[in-house]
C-alpha cells in the first residue's frame, strides 16, 4: 500500500529549492540531476519525492516566486501617487535589490523558463509581457507628463531590464563595490537618460 505524501515543513522545502536554483544556475535546468540535487541537500534521491513531485516543479516555483515579488511589487507602486521617477527609482531599486538578495533564483527565472511546460509556460510568458507593459505605461506617463524624454517607452523598459541585468557581470567580477553604490549609479544612469 502507498504512503500518503508527508508535508514537507516550510525550511526543508525553501532549503529544497535554494539548492536547486543554485544547480539550475551553475549546471543549467536540463543538466541538473535529481541525484545532484540531492546529494547537495544531504538527502537520498528517493527521499526528495517525499517533498516535490519533479525537477520541473522546483523551476517553476522558483520562476513564478520571483515573477510574484516583482508584480506584488509593481502593484503597490501603480497604486501610489508619486510620479513617474520616483516610481522608476523604486522599481530600478528593487530590481537591484532582487538580483543581489535572490541571485541564483532571479537568474534561473531569467534563463530557465523556456524549459517551464505548458500551461506554465504560456501563463509565465503572459505574465512577463503584462510586467513589461506596465513598466511602459509609468513610462508612457512620465512622458505624457512632461517628466521624461519622448521615447518609445517599450525601448526605455527593455534598455533599463537589460541594465539592471548586467549586475550578473559584477556579480561574477567579485568587485568590492557595494550594493548601494551599484544602486545609486545605475538609477542616476537610467533615470537621467530618460528625464528631461
Same mark, same amino acid.
Given at each position: 500500500?502507498?504512503?500518503?505524501?508527508?508535508?514537507?515543513?516550510?525550511?526543508?522545502?525553501?532549503?529544497?529549492?535554494?539548492?536547486?536554483?543554485?544547480?539550475?544556475?551553475?549546471?543549467?535546468?536540463?543538466?541538473?540531476?535529481?541525484?545532484?540535487?540531492?546529494?547537495?541537500?544531504?538527502?537520498?534521491?528517493?527521499?526528495?519525492?517525499?517533498?516535490?513531485?519533479?525537477?520541473?516543479?522546483?523551476?517553476?516555483?522558483?520562476? =513564478?516566486?520571483?515573477?510574484?515579488?516583482?508584480? @506584488?511589487? $509593481?502593484?503597490? +507602486?501603480? #497604486?501610489?501617487? &508619486?510620479?513617474?521617477?520616483?516610481?522608476?527609482?523604486?522599481?530600478?531599486?528593487?530590481?537591484?535589490?532582487?538580483?543581489?538578495?535572490?541571485?541564483?533564483?532571479?537568474?534561473?527565472?531569467?534563463?530557465?523558463?523556456?524549459?517551464?511546460?505548458?500551461?506554465?509556460?504560456?501563463?509565465?510568458?503572459?505574465?512577463?509581457?503584462?510586467?513589461?507593459?506596465?513598466?511602459?505605461?509609468?513610462?508612457?506617463?512620465?512622458?505624457?507628463?512632461?517628466? =521624461?524624454?519622448?521615447?518609445?517607452?517599450?525601448? @526605455?523598459? $527593455?534598455?533599463? +531590464?537589460? #541594465?539592471?541585468? &548586467?549586475?550578473?557581470?559584477?556579480?561574477?567580477?567579485?568587485?568590492?563595490?557595494?550594493?548601494?553604490?551599484?544602486?545609486?549609479?545605475?538609477?542616476?544612469?537610467?533615470?537621467?537618460?530618460?528625464?528631461?
Amino acid at each position: 500500500m502507498a504512503r500518503p505524501k508527508q508535508t514537507t515543513s516550510p525550511n526543508r522545502r525553501q532549503q529544497i529549492l535554494e539548492q536547486a536554483a543554485g544547480l539550475f544556475k551553475t549546471n543549467g535546468f536540463n543538466a541538473t540531476t535529481m541525484r545532484q540535487l540531492a546529494e547537495q541537500t544531504g538527502m537520498e534521491a528517493a527521499s526528495l519525492y517525499n517533498h516535490i513531485s519533479s525537477k520541473e516543479e522546483l523551476l517553476r516555483e522558483i520562476c =513564478f516566486s520571483v515573477a510574484n515579488d516583482f508584480n @506584488a511589487h $509593481l502593484l503597490q +507602486l501603480e #497604486a501610489d501617487d &508619486s510620479c513617474a521617477s520616483r516610481k522608476m527609482e523604486a522599481i530600478i531599486r528593487f530590481h537591484i535589490h532582487m538580483l543581489l538578495t535572490r541571485y541564483n533564483d532571479v537568474y534561473v527565472s531569467n534563463r530557465d523558463w523556456k524549459h517551464l511546460k505548458e500551461p506554465w509556460l504560456t501563463n509565465f510568458l503572459n505574465q512577463r509581457k503584462q510586467y513589461e507593459n506596465r513598466l511602459a505605461a509609468i513610462i508612457q506617463h512620465g512622458i505624457d507628463t512632461g517628466k =521624461f524624454k519622448a521615447v518609445h517607452p517599450h525601448v @526605455a523598459v $527593455l534598455t533599463m +531590464l537589460s #541594465a539592471v541585468r &548586467s549586475i550578473e557581470y559584477w556579480q561574477r567580477s567579485k568587485k568590492a563595490i557595494s550594493s548601494k553604490q551599484i544602486a545609486d549609479d545605475l538609477v542616476m544612469m537610467l533615470l537621467k537618460g530618460l528625464e528631461q
